[in-house]
């Protein structure tokens, strides 16, 4: 019984996984491939990279606006409770 379930293991397997067959030549995608179109995708990237990082630029300096302007107003509380403290 054990020699007939190790037979049947070494024997190759009826249905092979199906195999993915690429084309080589430049039939499909062959624009993608030029250099024209690779140089103007990367200015679209380079471009929306730096929109992207000036409104980045925008929000910070936004934000160190409100946190200055939070400073002023603890700033003024503490010098106001130190004149209360003296009096």
Same mark, same amino acid.
């Given at each position: 019984? !054990?020699?007939?379930?190790? +037979? /049947?293991?070494?024997?190759?397997? /009826?249905? +092979? ?10 039939? @499909? ?11 103007? *995708? #990367? +200015? ?8 992207? %990082?000036?409104?980045?630029? /925008?929000? !910070?300096?936004?934000?160190? @606006? /409100?946190? #200055? ?5 603890? *700033?003024?509380?503490?010098? *106001? ?5 003296? %009096?």
């Amino acid at each position: 019984m !054990l020699s007939r379930i190790s +037979a /049947a293991r070494r024997l190759p397997r /009826a249905f +092979a996984a199906p195999v993915r067959l690429y084309t080589i030549g430049r039939t @499909e995608g062959s624009v993608a491939e030029t250099k024209s179109f690779g140089k103007k *995708e #990367k +200015a679209h990237e380079d471009q929306y990279v730096h929109k992207h %990082e000036v409104e980045q630029l /925008a929000k !910070l300096k936004e934000q160190i @606006e /409100a946190k #200055k302007k939070e400073l002023d107003t603890l *700033e003024q509380a503490h010098k *106001e409770l130190q004149k209360e403290v003296k %009096e």
